[in-house]
């Protein structure tokens, strides 16, 4: 009997967001036993970096997650304690919601809830190696000289596999700050040869609340009306009290301490080897990229409720201690902060993920899954994207059943899985609403309807199926209604109207909300409709004439996709952006297929040089 408690359905290695992820999704299969592995010490969805979830592109992947039944939504909503939309000004279609979480009470919240389910096992242990047998199953060394067996494993690592830590020139072994690392992707999975891809990710040092002077700083109070992630979450619920985070900014003498110190930053003296992000630099990144911008913009985030420690979002660093503690002193409100830790590079190795199909097992080895960071992302919610991903199929393969896919054009969830597999990464990568050719329909507000498909897929019809029915129910009959609603009266808040006016072409007007147009709509006919199946209706009738116009683009540029391009002309061509042409110059595209695929390049330059093919 002790020898059946050591063999699982599914092993998930890592407890981070992509682990953690991974482990509820497989849970939910209730015949499965499913084991979550952590390495000793750290918290399960812990939040290393910035203790927020959400934000521009993310915002859209949490919804997502959360249309499928996944944990990420619930778990902000929770913890929650300032609440934003961002984008408010440009439009519904990009807006997304972003959360300061307290972190300690995330991760114990998680807990709790996996702990909890049938068939769940929680381990704290590192992993030495894998290796899989003649009959096809996993045998998992761990380092306290056991081994557990699985059907199916999800390797979630994190930056863990051959993790090396830098401030200035101290360097030493670690996944993240007072941690292990773990052996090298090549040790821990020896049977596959993977390219020797090593990235960098870096956080800032994290200030001591009671030495910081707010007095002089920009409040940024939590919004009332920002809507809480989780479907079944009361629209603008809050389960902890909400505090303010503050604005504040680099200057001239910030970045000339940081300039003059060139020679001992590890990113450039040649002591890190390991690509950064080109979309969320270091502040020494930011210091020599920008040689005419002194000033950037610092937010001050508390970290939790009753921590005393303050994330200086926008300053990550991994400069000596005194440098760091030099320029943050130059800073508005900063005087006279004081350090809890600080700032610090990681280099770790990450998956060729071009071995990896659609369902992130890898393409040669059935039941091997890789999810997060170590598949070369950053970002919370990428890795719980991928987690997702990675959990529903392991699960699904254990059960002998056809692996999911999601599809670029109806998720950003299968944007970033396409652009992950399709291609070889030189760099992390971070999901942006521009890397989807179909933005404006793949918004926050409909994100239940556009995943209800792949939901209804895996088949598991519990309570959650339940309850998205009747909100897909309720879309489907406003959707119906609202193109019979006509106004014929003199409405104040609509103007005098010379004739019988459609509801769905008032939705379409600029000046009005269509939200609220509906809603006052529905109110005045008397019949209960979900906030967000309203909100999910209006904007789509408000934007369908744009998603129509993008269909035809999409559609256009489907027959490009054989045409032939010059890109030796393309590299000369000052209409499109350097960054474009340098990517251009990189790979050497033959086709406009190829051009598409390339990493990084704008929707705008595609459309430009489509013009030129047509």
């Known amino acids: 009997m002790s020898a059946l408690l050591n063999h699982f359905d599914v092993c998930i290695i890592g407890g981070g967001h992509a682990g953690v992820e991974a482990a509820w999704m497989a849970s939910q299969f ?56 961002l984008n408010e000004s440009k439009g519904f279609a990009v807006q997304s919601t972003r959360v300061q979480i307290d972190k300690e009470l995330y991760s114990q919240y998680a807990y709790q809830t996996l702990v909890g389910i049938p068939g769940f096992s929680l381990r704290y242990c590192a992993v030495q190696s894998i290796e899989r047998s003649a009959n096809d199953v996993f045998q998992i060394f761990l380092s306290d000289h056991e081994s557990l067996f699985a059907r199916c494993v999800v390797v979630t690592a994190g930056t863990f596999l051959g993790g090396l830590l830098h401030t ?39 200030l001591q609340r009671s030495s910081i002077d707010f007095t002089s700083l920009v409040p940024q109070h939590s919004d009332s009306l920002a809507s809480a992630f989780h479907l079944f979450t009361p629209g603008r619920a809050r389960n902890l009290p909400q505090i303010a985070c503050y604005l504040t900014r680099t200057n001239e003498k910030t970045l000339s301490i940081i300039r003059e110190n060139k020679h001992r930053s590890p990113l450039f003296n040649g002591q890190i080897v390991g690509i950064g992000p080109r979309y969320c630099p270091s502040l020494e990144d930011k210091a020599f990229r920008y040689l005419d911008r002194d000033s ?47 700032g610090y590079a990681v280099e770790y190795d990450v998956v060729d993920t071009s071995t990896l199909n659609h369902g992130l097992e890898h393409r040669e080895i059935s039941g091997l899954f890789f999810a997060g960071q170590i598949n070369g992302t950053s970002g919370y919610e990428e890795a719980a994207g991928q987690g997702l991903v990675a959990g529903l199929n392991a699960a699904l393969r254990a059960q002998k059943r056809e692996l999911i896919f999601f599809d670029r054009a109806d998720s950003y969830i299968g944007v970033m899985i396409d652009d992950l597999v399709s291609s070889q990464r030189d760099e992390p990568y971070r999901l942006f609403t521009a890397r989807s050719e179909n933005r404006l329909f793949l918004r926050e507000d409909n994100a239940f309807i556009r995943m209800s498909k792949y939901r209804r897929q895996i088949k598991l019809n519990n309570s959650f199926d339940f309850r998205l029915n009747g909100l897909l129910d309720e879309f489907e009959f406003l959707e119906s209604l609202v193109h019979k609603i006509s106004i014929s009266r003199e409405i104040s808040d609509y103007g005098i109207l010379d004739a019988p006016l459609g509801i769905s ?29 309203v909100a999910a209706v209006a904007i789509m009738i408000k934007y369908e004439g744009h998603i129509s116009r993008d269909y035809e683009t999409n559609s256009r540029f489907a027959k490009l996709k054989v045409r032939a391009v010059d890109w030796k002309s393309l590299m000369m061509n000052k209409n499109i952006s350097y960054e474009c042409r340098q990517r251009i110059g990189k790979f050497m595209p033959e086709n406009f297929y190829q051009l598409q695929r390339i990493e990084g390049i704008r929707p705008a330059t595609l459309s430009y040089v489509a013009g030129l093919l047509t």
Request: proline letters at 7%; one cysteine or more; charged letters at 25%.
């Open 505 to 533: 072409d008032l939705l379409k007007r600029p000046e009005f909300n269509p939200i609220k147009v509906l809603q006052d709509e529905i109110n005045r006919i008397g019949i209960s409709i979900s906030e967000r199946v």
């Open 168 to 206: 200035g020139p101290e360097s030493w072994s670690g996944g993240r700050y007072d941690c292990q690392s773990s052996a090298g992707l090549q040790k821990v999975v020896p049977f596959l040869r993977f390219r020797d891809i090593r990235f960098k990710t870096g956080t800032p040092p994290r």
């Open 30 to 85: 209730s015949e499965l036993r499913i084991c979550l592995l952590s390495f000793p010490e750290v918290p399960i969805a812990s939040a290393p970096c910035n203790s927020s979830i959400g934000g521009v592109g993310k915002g859209q992947v949490v919804r997502e997650l959360d249309a499928m039944g996944g944990l990420m939504g619930i778990l902000a909503d929770r913890a929650g304690i300032h609440f934003r939309t």
């Open 296 to 342: 950037h913009q610092i937010f001050l985030e508390p970290e939790g409720l009753s921590t005393e420690s303050i994330y200086p979002s926008g300053i990550s660093t991994s400069l000596p201690k005194d440098v760091q503690e030099s320029f943050l002193r130059t800073i508005s409100g900063l005087e006279a902060v004081e350090i809890f830790q600080y």
